[in-house]
Structure formats: C-alpha cells, structure tokens
C-alpha cells in the first residue's frame, strides 16, 4: 500500500543570530564556529514563541491546503522542551488549527525523531482504514536551554528555533515513505540531560542559582571516547539497512537529510556513504533543531528544486540517549 509525504511546511522565527554573535556569548573565534561547528547563522525566536507556536505555524499552510476536516491525525514529533514540564502540546496545536477531527498524541525521542514519525504515520495508514491523513508536527525552541558559559555542553551551541510539518497520507502521488531502521545504544542515557526540574531533582533556588536547568554533558570526554567509534558506523547502518529494506543499496541513493552536525562529521558520513556535498542539505544558516532537521531539509530542497521524480531520498538523524533512526522515501515529483 503506498502511503507517502503529501506536502511540508516550515516556519522560522524572524530573529536571527549570526556566528558573529556567538563570537560574543561563547568566546569561540568565528572562523571555528562557521568551519568546525558548521554555523553561518540561526534562527531564534523570542519569548513571546514556544514550541508549540513554531509547529502550529509551520502547519498552517498544510491545512489550509488540505481542508481541516481532512486531518485524521496529528503527532507531535519536535523538542520535549515546551511551554510547561508535564504537558501535551499537541493539544493546543489540534486546538489552534481546528482540526477537530483529528486525535493527536506526542513521540519523543529527541532530535532522532523524524525518521520515526514518519514509520509511526506510514504503519498507522497501513494498518488503519479509517485514517486517511495524518500531520507530523514538529517545534524548537532548545536555544532556550543552553548556557553558553559552559563548555561541557559546547557542542549544543548550534541550536536553533524552528518549526517543521509533514502531511502523511495514503495513495499520494508525491512520493512514497519506504523502510525504515532504527538502532538504540541505551547506555549513553545519563550523559545529555537538564538535571533539574524532574523527579530526581525538583526544581529549586538552588538549582537555579547552580544553572541546572540548562542542557549540559555528565563527562564530555568520556562521551566523545564512548560515542565516536559508535556515531558514524551506526549512522552509515541504519541508512544502509533502511534503503535495503527498501530493495535498494547505498549506490542508489540521490539525496540525503541529517541532522546538523559539525561539518567533519557531516563530510564522513557522506564520504562512508559514497556521496557529494551535492547530495545532502547541510543546515548551516539553520543551525540544529532537534528533530526537525531532516524535515527542514526536504523543504528547502523540494521548494530549491533540487530533488525530482525517481529521486531515493534518505531522512536521517541522531538523538542523545542514544538512538540512530533513518527512513526511505521515493519521490514521485
């Protein structure tokens, strides 16, 4: 059954910080963050935009085109940072678009999630009759939570704030969601948190006095000397695996959509798939917005005219805890 990627949308903040302007809060040389860490620019919104805001925007122009009464489902994909702690923001978003039909729920897995959502919607439609249309929606807002004071959380500095959609529907003729392969190592699920504001440390004017409500790495070395031989090898497997799945090979992919890494990490991976620059969106003027990333990346390359009928296109992302997740989609222009 062929069920596919209808239409995206994206929504970014107006605000926008520029390399430069990290020179100031990091003390980082620009030359290092634009070369190393892969940031011309981001965007970031204010206090008046939440996660929840930057979804609702980035789907406004699918419902409008679709019909409100269309939308079966919608799943909210994006950052688990939003407006509150123990809160489902995907009930303000169904509420705010007036998709009344729709039922929602929430999928977490931080900045791999896309590749995810889209096996959830696709396996859902297949199994499903009665869902004809289901809206991913994505929101970020994880500037929020770095502190640029503290080096341990340094290779966060890239993120961004943004919002990102994908309608999922059966029989389009957009194109076609394929396999999918997904690998977790849960042994890395104490090294990236905010250690307070949850159970094991509720929120208190000392945490906030210590800055312990901000992003920050357990033991940054000891991650990076656990992490590197892993990172890349699993990126290149589960992209492998998804497109066999798919009844293809790593020689027949067209285009590729990561996450934002650091460029070396971005150059490696593309090199171990056998890929140009060409090939891939990097999010340079974008920045890092969890699981956005590869959604955003499908949106500027369709609207760029860069993919087109036949194309095999792979999303592929990373989140801490630690999981690699990557799904196939055929493009039917």
């Known amino acids: ?114 590749p995810i959502a889209l096996k959830v919607a696709k396996d859902m439609l297949v199994s499903d009759r009665s869902i004809g249309n289901i809206l991913l929606v994505g929101g970020c807002k994880e500037s929020d939570v770095i502190d640029y004071k503290n080096t341990r959380s340094r290779f966060m500095f890239n993120f961004a704030d943004g919002g990102a959609a994908a309608l999922v529907q059966r029989g389009t003729a957009k194109s076609r969601i394929l396999g999918s392969s997904i690998i977790t190592d849960g042994s890395f699920y104490d090294d990236v948190k905010v250690p307070a504001g949850g159970s094991v440390m509720p929120a208190s004017i000392q945490t906030v006095q210590e800055r312990l409500h901000f992003l920050d790495v357990k033991d940054p070395q000891g991650m990076k000397k656990r992490l590197d031989p892993l990172s890349v090898p699993n990126f290149v497997k589960v992209v492998k695996t998804a497109v066999e799945k798919s009844g293809y090979s790593l020689s027949d992919i067209d285009y590729l959509f990561p996450l934002h890494t650091k460029r070396s990490m971005f150059f490696e991976l593309l090199e171990q798939l056998g890929l140009k620059e060409e090939q891939a969106v990097y999010l340079d003027r974008y920045g890092h917005m969890s699981a956005l990333d590869p959604c955003v990346g499908l949106h500027l390359a369709e609207r760029q005219g860069l993919v087109k009928k036949g194309d095999l296109l792979v999303t592929v992302s990373a989140g801490t805890g630690y999981t690699w997740a990557a799904t196939v989609i055929e493009w039917g222009g």
């Open 1 to 114: 059954m062929d069920v596919g990627i209808a239409a995206t949308g994206v929504f970014f903040p107006p605000h926008v910080e520029t390399a430069k302007d990290l020179v100031e809060k990091t003390g980082i040389p620009e030359e290092i963050i634009i070369e190393k860490f892969g940031l011309i620019q981001k965007h970031v919104s204010d206090s008046s935009m939440h996660a929840s805001d930057l979804a609702a925007q980035a789907a406004k122009s699918i419902v409008e085109k679709t019909g409100a009464p269309a939308i079966d489902v919608l799943i909210y994909f994006g950052s688990p940072y939003k407006e509150y702690p123990v809160w489902s923001c995907a009930t303000k978003i169904q509420y705010e678009l007036g998709l009344e039909n729709a039922f929602v729920f929430e999928i977490m897995n931080v900045s791999s999630c896309f």
